[in-house]
């Protein structure tokens, strides 16, 4: 292995976790990158933000 390309969490602590990873495998002679996830959104935070339709009975 040559590379590595890290999944960060968005986030103080996923950043600062995933620059932690990078630093480490730097120092072993690695090439690491890092790329932050894109926002998720699950039903709660769909439905908060208005975007699912309620279901009338």
Same mark, same amino acid.
């Given at each position: 292995? +040559? #590379?590595?390309?890290? @999944? &960060?969490?968005? =986030?103080?602590? =996923? #950043? @600062?976790?995933?620059?932690? $990873? %990078?630093? =480490? $495998?730097? &120092?072993?002679?690695?090439? @690491? +990158? *890092? &790329?932050?996830?894109? +926002?998720?959104? *699950?039903?709660?935070? @769909? #439905? &908060?933000? *208005? $975007?699912?339709?309620?279901? %009338?009975?």
């Amino acid at each position: 292995m +040559r #590379e590595v390309l890290i @999944a &960060a969490d968005r =986030g103080t602590d =996923g #950043e @600062a976790s995933a620059e932690q $990873l %990078r630093a =480490g $495998l730097a &120092a072993a002679g690695l090439k @690491a +990158r *890092g &790329a932050a996830a894109r +926002r998720v959104w *699950g039903l709660n935070e @769909a #439905e &908060a933000a *208005g $975007l699912l339709d309620p279901v %009338r009975a």
